[in-house]
């Protein structure tokens, strides 16, 4: 047991040398936060928490960063460039593969990624870990029987590892079996369990209140969000009869007595799923209210629309999203739309891998009741 971690969440030398009578080292090297353009902001917000968690504990540690090292070259190449000596660091390497506020396609920031991996490798950096809280690509996670798709998560793999990559930190990825595919490389899978549970810790212990997983990807994650709040759950069965059609054929549950539900999913794409099965929830079980979490919006095809229609004629009150995608000022606007920062997850977690400290020890886990004190 990490008797550190139970009182403190946040880790500096020289409280590892108070404590645990150490000397004041870093193992690692020096802290180095870099990010591509596309996720230099949540670099930069993740920096200024770091420092001001430094200053609040009294520290000498310090952070470099560096931040929007891409840049395209007329010819559309990414050129990438360190104006900081990064040799001996143990670099952080944000990016936002999928961006809707800007220009740049998921492939462009990709290989942006790739390169500034590489970069850092040939430079010195002693440790890079990517920092990559939606990682696009993990839906294409197995080859498709009749169309003849190759394993393209794993190909997003094998170049992330060619590059030099020697750790990843991904927000509640598409799917967790993904992580086989870096091999031996540490892969920190965050949850986002701890955040929904946080936000929705109101309605722990109440009967008229049921979670809902959409379909059977969501089921166990529902359970244990369930089983943490002491709420009943529920399961649809879920197909797409075509790529933009979503048709709920079922929803398995209790729904005696319930006149709210709490629906988790990992993803909001073009909101069909979510627009099918709310309302199939009021008409079919009638359902008051709604409330909705969700890792990752991606801020495309009518998902705005129908996330507006679904707050003004079904009962959906809040939406709750996070920042591991870039989001929008159209989705950001919506006054029952909530976007939750990742940085005091992030920081948490750099943190503690900066110190060769347990990372999931700060993150919920069923049974512990200590969880991650969220400043969101
Ligand atoms: C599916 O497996 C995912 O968990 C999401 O439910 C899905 O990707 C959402 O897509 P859309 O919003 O387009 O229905």
Request: neutral net charge.
């Amino acid at each position: 047991m990490d008797s550190l971690t139970e009182q403190d969440h946040f880790v500096t030398v020289e409280a590892l040398a108070r404590k645990e009578g150490q000397e004041l080292a870093i193992p690692r090297g020096r802290l180095l936060v870099a990010a591509c353009q596309s996720g230099s902001q949540l670099a930069e917000k993740v920096v200024k928490r770091y420092r001001a968690l430094l200053n609040h504990m009294g520290s000498r540690e310090s952070i470099l960063d560096l931040l929007n090292i891409d840049k395209r070259f007329s010819d559309s190449e990414t050129c990438v460039r360190l104006e900081e000596h990064v040799s001996g660091s143990d670099a952080f390497l944000f990016q936002a593969p999928f961006d809707p506020t800007r220009e740049f396609s998921i492939d462009q920031n990709y290989m942006a990624f790739l390169i500034a991996t590489r970069a850092l490798r040939e430079h010195g950096a002693r440790h890079i870990t990517g920092v990559m809280p939606y990682l696009a690509y993990a839906r294409q996670d197995k080859p498709t029987k009749f169309t003849r798709e190759p394993t393209t998560a794993r190909l997003m793999a094998d170049l992330s590892i060619t590059a030099g990559l020697d750790r990843l930190i991904v927000w509640d990825p598409h799917c967790n079996q993904i992580r086989g595919f870096y091999g031996a490389m540490p892969v920190n899978m965050l949850e986002s369990l701890t955040l929904f549970i946080h936000e929705f810790r109101n309605y722990k212990g109440r009967d008229d209140v049921i979670a809902v997983a959409p379909d059977a990807g969501a089921s166990k994650f529902v359970t244990h969000f369930g089983r943490a709040l002491n709420l009943t759950c529920a399961i649809a069965s879920k197909y797409r009869p075509e790529p933009e059609t979503v048709v709920i054929s079922e929803i398995i549950g209790d729904f005696r007595r319930k006149r709210i539900a709490i629906i988790l999913d990992d993803m909001i794409s073009g909101g069909g799923t979510i627009d099918a099965l709310i309302r199939k929830l009021v008409e079919e079980k009638n359902i008051q209210e709604i409330y909705l979490g969700v890792s990752h919006n991606l801020c495309v095809g009518k998902a705005y629309e129908r996330l507006k229609a679904l707050h003004q004629n079904f009962g959906l009150k809040q939406v709750i999203i996070t920042n591991s995608i870039p989001q929008t000022k159209q989705f950001m606007l919506l006054p029952f739309v909530t976007v939750r920062c990742l940085s005091e997850f992030l920081v948490k977690t750099i943190n503690r891998i900066h110190h060769e400290r347990s990372v999931s020890q700060v993150f919920y886990r069923p049974g512990h009741e200590r969880v991650l004190e969220l400043d969101l």
